[in-house]
Structures are given as structure tokens and as C-alpha cells.
């Protein structure tokens, strides 16, 4: 069966360099563990250094944290607003009837982030709309507004600049002349705020960032780089051969669609051996994936195969045996959620 190896010293090691570079300028640093479901592992191994809050997408993840970890919710439904166990430390919207709705319910005491939209083009309330947002929100019971907060990178790719200081400027300057509130953070999410992190470019309000694709990746994907300095091996998926044979590849005959409604043809020929894995796009996609052997090369997959060529490899490889495989932050989230693919903390 294939596994996940999860190198957890890894991503502690990461943590703590990118935690370094934080604390040294003054930010607050939370990291973001949505990508292996808060697992109590890696959270632990967090506490460990120091950490005190982690920040997750998932109410369901947030909630089965046990002891003194905060938790910090990054999207809340309306109905779990509404109806669900909302046992959190920090919650980050952009919704006045979420706000609303929690406020109503009470039983607890909510402090928010609010999103504002900054060139994401994601969640986020207006710069013009923000005094008027935040006026209404102080009023409401059991809310209390702790910080402005905006997302980078994940969506249309958008970096910290000199406009998003402008803006961001305007809107802090807006909510202090119409109620004279200031806010205790003013955060930025996404590792696509790190290299303006590093170089003092990020602007003078924020304090308070939110990171999880340098921690557990050492990758930039909004840049497509390497982060120097940071370690790129943390997950690792070993794929089991099913079979190995030559293979005669050519072009002729009928062709249709493959199993993703994709038009596939061969721009080589001749015999080649070709190894069968056990994995598919069901355990992980193969689009964000590299071999550590560097005569491996990816053919394709389907929902429950891949398909490698190995005839160029170094070494002889049998059924039975496993080839490694790097992986992005996409690849490794579907491992660790899949059934077919086995996680091993290591």
C-alpha cells in the first residue's frame, strides 16, 4: 500500500527558522495546519516550540484540539454560525450575519478578525464599506474585534506591494476617524507575504502573520521558488509497484478520451518499461508531484493508477518495491486525506 512519510522534524525545523525571522521583526506568528488536519502530532510538536495558537479552515479539525492551544478559525459557515459548537479562540470573517448570529447566541465571548479585501479578490469587506462594518460590529454583545486581517497569494496570486500598504492605510485611517477604534493586529495570511516579511517591505501596521506552505514546504508556490534557507522534504509518498514490463509505444490505432475526459498521445515510440503503481488522482495528483529518483518519469495516472517510466534508471526495480515522490502542497493534502494512501509520522 503507498504511505505518506510526514517528516515532522522537518517542519519543526522550518517552524522555527520562519518563527525566528518573525519574532525578530516583531511579528506575531500563527501558524496555518489546515494542510494535515491539526493533527495533534504536529500541533504538539508546535507547542513544543513555543507556539501558542495554530489557525485551521475546518471547525471540525479547530475542535478536537485538546489542551492549551488556541485556535484560531480562518472561514466559518453562516449555519455553523448559527447552529454549530463554535469553540474557538479567534474567528476570521468578512460577515455581518455571521457576526450577528454568534453574537446572538452567546454563551461565550468571540474575538474577530475581520477580512478585508486587499487584490485577492477572495473573502473580504471593502475599504469603503469597513468603517460602517466595524461601527455596527462594536455594538454587538459578545463580540470583540481584535484585528483587520487580509489573505495573499492563494487565489489570484496577489502580493504585498505598495498599493496594498496604501489601501490598507486608508482603511485603518477610515475605522479611526468614524469611531476612534484601533485595532490590536492587523494581520497578513499566506506565504506569499514571507520574502516582504524578510526584506521589512510588508507594511508598517501589520504585526501579526499567518503561515503554513514555508512551515511545512519550504516553498513560495505564488513565486514558484524555493525558500532558502528552509527544508523541502517534509512529505514524501512512496508509491508500491503493481508491475513492471516493456511496454511497445507507438501511435497507431483509435484513441479517445482518457478517464479525465483528456485527449492523451504518445510523442515517443518504441519499447519502454513501464512501472504500474498503486496510487491514483484519489490519492494523489501527480501534477504536484516529483520523483526523488531522477530517472523516474511520470506517464500519467488514473483515479486509482500512476504510471511511470523507468527505463532510464540507475537501479533495477521490482514488484513489491516503492518509488518516492516529492510533494506540493496539493499532492500532500489529498495523501494525507486519502484512504488509499497510509500516513506515517516519522
Same mark, same amino acid.
Given at each position: ?180 477604534? +484601533? ?6 495570511? %499566506? !506565504?506569499?507575504?514571507?520574502?516582504? &516579511?524578510?526584506? @521589512? *517591505? $510588508?507594511?508598517? #501596521? ?55 475526459? +483528456? ?6 515510440? %518504441? !519499447?519502454?518499461?513501464?512501472?504500474? &503503481?498503486?496510487? @491514483? *488522482? $484519489?490519492?494523489? #495528483? ?55 494512501? +497510509?500516513?506515517?509520522?516519522?
Amino acid at each position: 500500500m503507498s504511505f505518506l512519510s510526514i517528516r515532522t522534524s522537518s517542519i519543526v525545523q522550518n517552524l522555527q527558522r520562519v518563527k525566528q525571522e518573525c519574532s525578530s521583526r516583531g511579528y506575531t506568528l500563527v501558524p496555518v495546519t489546515k494542510i494535515c488536519l491539526s493533527d495533534p502530532v504536529i500541533v504538539d510538536a508546535f507547542a513544543g516550540c513555543g507556539i501558542d495558537t495554530v489557525a485551521d479552515s475546518s471547525l471540525a479539525c479547530l475542535n478536537r484540539l485538546q489542551g492549551g492551544m488556541k485556535r484560531f478559525l480562518l472561514k466559518i459557515r453562516l449555519n455553523e454560525a448559527r447552529n454549530g459548537e463554535v469553540d474557538c479562540d479567534y474567528i476570521y470573517t468578512s460577515s455581518m450575519d455571521v457576526l450577528q448570529s454568534i453574537s446572538q447566541r452567546g454563551g461565550g465571548h468571540f474575538r474577530v478578525f475581520l477580512a478585508l479585501e486587499l487584490g485577492d479578490l477572495r473573502e473580504g469587506i471593502l475599504t469603503e464599506e469597513l468603517p460602517g462594518f466595524v461601527e455596527t460590529a462594536l455594538a454587538l454583545p459578545n463580540i470583540e474585534i481584535t484585528g483587520l486581517s487580509s489573505n495573499f497569494g492563494c487565489f489570484m496570486g496577489k502580493l504585498p506591494d505598495g498599493e496594498v500598504a496604501a489601501v490598507l492605510d486608508d482603511a485603518v485611517r477610515g475605522v479611526r476617524r468614524k469611531t476612534g477604534f +484601533e485595532f490590536e493586529y492587523i494581520s497578513f495570511g %499566506g !506565504t506569499a507575504v514571507y520574502p516582504a &516579511l524578510l526584506t @521589512g *517591505e $510588508l507594511p508598517d #501596521p501589520v504585526n501579526h502573520v499567518r503561515i503554513g506552505e514555508a512551515i511545512f514546504f519550504g516553498y513560495n508556490l505564488t513565486l514558484g521558488e524555493p525558500i532558502e534557507g528552509l527544508i523541502h522534504d517534509a512529505f514524501i509518498l512512496s508509491g508500491e509497484i503493481l508491475e513492471i514490463r516493456d511496454k511497445r509505444v507507438d501511435g497507431r490505432g483509435k484513441y479517445g478520451f482518457n478517464a479525465f475526459g +483528456e485527449e492523451i498521445r504518445n510523442e515517443e515510440s %518504441g !519499447t519502454r518499461k513501464r512501472a504500474v &503503481l498503486d496510487f @491514483g *488522482e $484519489l490519492g494523489s #495528483p501527480i501534477r504536484g508531484m516529483n520523483p526523488t529518483d531522477g530517472g523516474v518519469r511520470i506517464i500519467g495516472s488514473t483515479h486509482d493508477y500512476t504510471v511511470v517510466d523507468i527505463t532510464t534508471c540507475g537501479r533495477s526495480y521490482r514488484a513489491g518495491e516503492f518509488i518516492d515522490f516529492k510533494l506540493n502542497y496539493t499532492s500532500a493534502a489529498q495523501a494525507f486525506i486519502s484512504p488509499q494512501v +497510509e500516513n506515517r509520522f516519522c
